[in-house]
Nanobody
Framework: QVQLVESGGGLVQAGGSLRLSCAASGSIFSINNLGWFRQAPGKERKFVATISWNDGSTYYSDSMKGRLTISRDNAKNTVYLQMSSLKPEDTAVYYC????????????WGQGTQVTVSS
């Protein structure tokens, strides 16, 4: 099993930056992709970005493209999400998730970290 723990969220002024971290533990060898999602109150969870654990290939959502960099440090079993030029509409709980089996679906999720962007 894989366990994921997010950190790095907080309150930031519009236009500012944050770096979120997702630390993985357990069956690291099972991880295919690690992704970031966000969910605002009363809204459904939306995809943000993903990275291949093995080869580092990345994919970003259109909504935040150009303001994100997803990266990984395999030695630390950690994935990072660097966010810049933050907007109030970016306010949400940010989750990391892993694909760990043949289905390619995100079945393992962290607890989430709150990001609040003030105007």
């Amino acid at each position: 099993q894989v366990q994921l723990v997010e950190s790095g969220g907080g309150l930031v002024q519009a236009g500012g930056s944050l770096r979120l971290s997702c630390a993985a533990s357990g069956s690291i060898f099972s991880i295919n992709n690690l992704g970031w999602f966000r969910q605002a109150p009363g809204k459904e969870r939306k995809f943000v970005a993903t990275i291949s654990w093995n080869d580092g290939s990345t994919y970003y959502s259109d909504s935040m493209k150009g303001r994100l960099t997803i990266s990984r440090d395999n030695a630390k079993n950690t994935v990072y999400l660097q966010m810049s030029s933050l907007k109030p509409e970016d306010t949400a709980v940010y989750y990391c998730a892993a694909t760990v089996d043949y289905s390619g679906t995100y079945k393992t999720w962290g607890q989430g970290t709150q990001v609040t962007v003030s105007s």
